[in-house]
């Protein structure tokens, strides 16, 4: 599907990610393909009950934005191993956390498991690995999920779970760009600020990422951190300055740009200017990962801006040509 034979609709809808309630194909699933065009859904724990369930609602849901003419949906889940996972045993099978991954075999054993598991559900993005670099005796929020050891040990070790996901046809998202391992607020609960130097930053945090985009993972998620040496304005998953002129322009980053869940307490703009941030700042898809009013909102707000504003519209055709070259690739049927 060509995006020049896109209506505006889809242009706007594609760009977002959303979750859902229920456990089946529902109608409010039907009203996020049917009627907004949702690029994606993302699946977290009270979606999920047993193998045969997941596997069935994504199949059904797919199934529908076919019937609807839509492109095929991503589907999502953190399934990063440890105390992140959203599939849990004794009905699925569990990965040990990062911390305790310390070879290159390891990590791309769980990679290609992870996507063994996801593909067999029907589940076609992993929101992991998790590249942020944790300095060594620092306690922040992050130690109980990141690879031990120095930046390079990171890139190296997130790279073996990145090649193991995508080679067994499962796309991997690196995240928190550009670096949450040194913050110790909760971005789920306040905004936190790293006040660091452009040099700190290119000589720890984002030599993993800097990696991963040289190995073209397929998604970076940008972080809900305030990053004063880049933009002292925005946090990184609303900043023209971090997505577009360092993520893209600066480190030539070609995949997909997708933010951080916008329900996180970290941001507290009106939906509509994050909306306006985001397609400023080129980024390709958004999380909106509860149901309620912003889903809706920030939908019409894209409508709305693609439609008045030539630049923002040009840029999002891009983006919307970004998610169907990815869909293409990796999606039965894309």
Not at 180 to 194: V, Y
Not at 245 to 274: E, N, S
Request: net charge positive; glycine share 8%.
């Amino acid at each position: 599907m060509a995006t020049n034979n896109l209506d505006i609709d889809t242009l706007a809808g594609q760009r977002l990610m959303a979750g859902f309630n229920g456990t089946r194909l529902n109608d409010e699933i039907k009203y996020l393909i049917r009627d907004l065009r949702v690029g994606g859904m993302i699946l977290f724990a009270g979606n999920v009950e047993n193998p045969e369930q997941v596997a069935l609602l994504c199949r059904e849901s797919q199934a529908f934005a076919r019937q609807c003419n839509c492109p095929p949906l991503f589907l999502a889940i953190d399934q990063e191993g440890g105390q992140v996972a959203r599939l849990k045993a004794p009905l699925f099978k569990e990965f040990q956390g990062a911390p305790k991954i310390d070879t290159l075999e390891k990590a791309e054993t769980m990679g290609r498991q992870m996507a063994q598991l996801l593909s067999k559900l029907n589940l076609n993005m992993n929101l992991a690995p998790v590249m942020d670099t944790v300095p060594s005796g620092f306690r922040g929020i992050m130690n109980q999920r990141v690879f031990k050891g120095d930046p390079q040990t990171v890139a190296k070790l997130g790279m073996g779970v990145i090649r193991g996901l995508q080679n067994n046809g499962v796309m991997a998202v690196a995240k928190h760009f550009p670096g949450i391992g040194r913050t110790t607020l909760d971005s789920h609960l306040h905004l936190p600020i790293l006040d660091t130097t452009e040099q700190v930053l290119m000589q720890s945090d984002l030599v993993p990422f800097k990696v991963a985009i040289e190995n073209k993972v397929s998604g970076v998620m940008l972080s809900h951190i305030l990053y004063s040496c880049l933009d002292p304005g925005w946090p990184a998953s609303l900043s023209p300055g971090i997505a577009k002129a360092f993520l893209r322009d600066r480190m030539g980053y070609r995949g997909l740009v997708v933010t951080d869940d916008l329900d996180m307490q970290a941001i507290k703009h009106d939906i509509k200017i994050c909306v306006h941030q985001i397609l400023k700042a080129h980024i390709d898809m958004f999380l909106i990962c509860h149901s309620g009013p912003d889903i809706d909102t920030a939908v019409k707000e894209t409508r709305r801006l693609l439609s008045q504003n030539p630049s923002m519209h040009d840029s999002g055709t891009a983006s919307v040509k970004r998610i169907l070259n990815a869909k293409k690739q990796y999606l039965v049927g894309g």
